[in-house]
């Protein structure tokens, strides 16, 4: 296949890099036992937190983190996990790795580990238990002034210096939604102004993240007329984005014809990637929502903020884990390409969840750890974030291969991605471009022995990146395999 790049045709807008973020919440061993280790503990970290996820974090250049959920956000109470003394709590939805809820881990913590890693901190506001009272008191205490009651209470536990939080989700669209205001956009229109007016002076300068359409509720205008209500018809300033959760696979939408986590046909594999599709749907009727409910004069963008395969081996009943084959590692590449083409509205992709939980990037076990095939890919791909899309056009039609093209700002280096979906097939790749000479600097992929093999403690390295050859500018795409490629003008 014969690819031709024009570099000079360029889209208005960059691929943000809060399209490489992560989630995590109080579920199974994601923070105790993945993410939070204790300061005293024997396991390389700081302030608690082990660092090989730090280093990990930090080397896919992550964007944003948003915590505390998701469904845990909404019944949250961030003043149980401040201070010396805490004290755990009933776990009101509790599974086996978290009877009660502990509060080791809490806004400090949180915002440290934001710290760390350079990404920016989302907090979900609990609006379904919670209250706007609650909300304001928590954004003193990450915000204020050491003169506020709760700014000195920041300080005293440590952090002088406000957090300066620019970024709250209101409410999670599961929880929220599904439980509480299932059939009632108004009811949820009401309590989102509620939380707006608490902060009503100093909203100008925040990002406030609502509800988008759930999947649970399958009522089409439901976000729209939640829309209709907080913006007073398009007048008013409305969410900056709307969230979007859509888990995909056999545990979710696909049921069986997607197959198990490792045990999976040649069917089942092309029905999971086959289904991509339907985020591109999301984005398309988001866009469609915005652009009849929101007012121009107010942007509104969208925060996919829970994304990835769900297998029906992660279960309450094991913790939500999963396996994790090179077929997760081509649907999380392609499920990135269709964020970075819809970057003009798409400014945050959440990867679910960080540790040991779903399509996570790690997997931990006491001192051991090992990165997933989402995390090689996510790495590979980074070379993205920040660059400007460009047209890349086929020579002819080859449903198994999808790319994705960014130039620099200072229009000296190109990066391309390529992403194999083909079992059998190898696939040669080349590229002609329009302007001038470019020569291949590097080339990475992210492929494996066998489509059904997964790293483990044991065999970490099964999954990896390793650095290939190009031929001019003719590359080999392997069988199931993720590739990127970086050229530099000559």
């Known amino acids: 296949m014969k690819y031709k790049l024009f570099e000079n045709l360029k889209k208005e807008w960059k691929v943000d890099k809060k399209i490489h973020s992560v989630f995590f919440e109080y579920f199974g061993e994601v923070i105790y036992d993945g993410i939070w280790v204790g300061k005293d503990s024997d396991i390389p970290n700081i302030d608690g937190i082990r660092l090989d996820v730090i280093n990990g974090v930090k080397e896919l250049g992550i964007g944003a983190m948003r915590w505390p959920g998701g469904c845990c956000a909404d019944h949250y109470h961030w003043k149980n996990g401040i201070g010396k003394e805490r004290y755990n709590r009933l776990h009101p939805i509790a599974d086996p790795a978290n009877p009660v809820w502990r509060n080791d881990f809490g806004t400090d913590e949180f915002l440290r580990f934001c710290e760390l890693v350079g990404a920016e901190p989302v907090l979900t506001v609990n609006t379904a238990t919670g209250s ?11 915000n204020g002034p050491t003169n506020t009651k709760y700014g000195k209470m920041r300080a005293d536990n440590g952090h002088a210096e406000p957090y300066n939080v620019k970024y709250f989700g209101i409410g999670n669209t599961d929880e929220n939604v599904w439980h509480i205001d299932y059939n009632n956009p108004v009811a949820y229109a009401q309590t989102y102004l509620k939380y707006q007016t608490v902060l009503r002076e100093d909203r100008k300068r925040l990002y406030f993240i609502g509800l988008g359409l759930s999947t649970r509720h399958k009522l089409p205008g439901w976000t729209g007329k939640a ?82 395969a769900w297998h029906p ?95 620099s700002d200072d229009g000296k280096r190109i990066v391309v991605s390529v992403v194999n979906k083909h079992l059998y097939d190898e696939k040669s790749v080349s590229f002609a471009f329009k302007e001038s000479e470019w020569k291949a600097e590097r080339a990475d992929e992210v492929t494996a022995a066998d489509v059904r093999a997964y790293n483990t403690f044991d065999e970490p390295y099964k999954i990896t990146e390793k650095e290939i050859k190009v031929c001019g500018t003719e590359i080999k795409a392997p069988p199931y395999s993720v590739l990127r490629i970086i050229f530099k003008k000559v």
């Open 132 to 142: 706007p009272e609650e909300f304001l008191d928590w954004y003193e205490y990450v």
């Open 313 to 407: 081996q992660a279960t309450f009943q094991n913790n939500q884990k999963q396996k994790q084959t090179m077929r997760d590692g081509i649907f999380a590449a392609l499920a990135l390409h269709i964020f970075y083409r819809n970057g003009d509205i798409v400014e945050f992709a959440m990867e679910t969840q960080l540790c040991n939980l779903l399509q996570s990037l790690f997997e931990t076990d006491g001192e051991k750890c090992f990165k997933t095939p989402t995390y090689y890919v996510m790495k590979l791909f980074k070379e993205h974030l920040g660059q400007t899309p460009i047209t890349l056009l086929p020579d002819d039609a080859d449903g198994y291969l999808d790319t994705f093209a960014t130039v």
């Open 227 to 308: 829309l209709d209500h907080i913006t007073r018809n398009q007048r008013d300033r409305g969410p900056d984005a709307l969230s979007v959760h859509h888990y995909l696979g056999g545990a979710k939408q696909g049921g069986e014809r997607c197959g198990g986590d490792v045990g999976y046909t040649d069917e089942n594999y092309y029905a999971l990637l086959s289904l991509l599709e339907r985020y591109q749907y999301d984005i398309d009727l988001h866009r469609f929502i915005i652009s009849e409910h929101t007012s121009p004069s107010y942007p509104t963008k969208i925060c996919f903020d829970e994304w990835g």
